[in-house]
């Protein structure tokens, strides 16, 4: 499966961003979908997961309650709607796919390429 991630951009804090990122090749629904992020200087870290159906979603404690992970798998897009942004969301945020559980970042071997979210405070 394919990814290409958008909707990045820059925001003041407290704001909001909604981004996407459109699938294509095999069909996204039998696939759990995920976003992950990499601050400057720092490893990427899991942000949140949604199970195929999108029944079933999971989320980094950091975007607790501020973030909310959804999916259509009629359009194979996987949506991270971001409300009160910190200027500690500042990152390159990457969606991926994954064949295994969707609770385990592990699991997430298909990567899309990144959208850059900048929040300024």
């Known amino acids: 499966v394919q990814l290409q991630a958008c909707g990045g951009g820059l925001v003041q804090a407290g704001g909001s961003l909604r981004l996407s990122c459109a699938t294509s090749?095999?069909?996204?629904?039998?696939?759990?979908g995920g976003w992950f992020r990499q601050a400057p200087g720092k490893e990427r870290e899991f942000v949140a997961a949604?199970?195929?159906?999108?029944?079933?979603?999971t989320y980094a404690d950091s975007v607790k309650g501020r973030f909310t992970i959804s999916r259509d798998n009629a359009e194979n897009t996987v949506y991270l709607q971001m409300n009160s942004l910190k200027p500690e969301d500042t990152a390159v945020y990457y969606c991926?796919?994954?064949?295994?559980?969707?609770?385990?970042?592990?699991?997430?071997?298909?990567w899309g390429q990144g959208t850059l979210v900048t929040v300024s405070s």
């Open positions: 949604i199970s195929w159906n999108g029944a079933s979603t």
């Open positions: 991926a796919a994954s064949g295994a559980y969707f609770s385990d970042p592990r699991g997430f071997d298909s």
């Open positions: 090749g095999r069909s996204f629904s039998s696939y759990a």
